[in-house]
């Protein structure tokens, strides 16, 4: 049974830092074998792509609004992988859920074979 767990949500004001992390057990053919990525849904509106590194080499790629802000960082060792978020605005308030895809890019619900099921971030102003 697959399952990812995030866990590090929580309230926070602006301009504070949070870290999500995602403990992923049971992936098939291993957590190593995986591209792990962030969505944020906000209420009313659609979930979209946060970030995401690669399953080889160990790339990452972000989406545009939290460049410089969120780094995205994995250990393959503890089946872990994190979002620390730095400098954050109210406009990140939003449900963080992790997501694994089997060895491929990850950039949308389409690539993603396995999801969490979400952490809440609110940032007061």
């Known amino acids: 049974q697959v399952q990812l767990v995030e866990s590090g949500g929580g309230l926070v004001q ?18 190593s074998s995986y591209t792990m990525g962030w969505f944020r849904q906000a209420p009313g509106k659609e979930r979209e792509f946060v970030a995401a590194i690669m399953w080889s080499g160990g790339s ?25 978020m730095n400098s954050l605005k109210p406009e990140d308030t939003a449900v963080y859920a992790c997501a694994a895809a089997f060895a491929r890019r990850l950039s949308s619900d389409y ?10 971030v609110t940032v007061s102003s």
Do not use: M
């Open 14 to 31: 602006a301009g504070g830092s949070l870290r999500l992390s995602c403990v992923a057990s049971g992936l098939p053919f291993g957590f």
């Open 60 to 84: 990452t790629t972000y989406t545009d609004s939290v460049k410089g802000r969120f780094t995205i960082s994995r250990d393959n060792a503890k089946n872990t992988v994190f979002l620390q």
């Open 111 to 120: 690539d993603v074979n396995y999801w969490g099921q979400g952490t809440q």
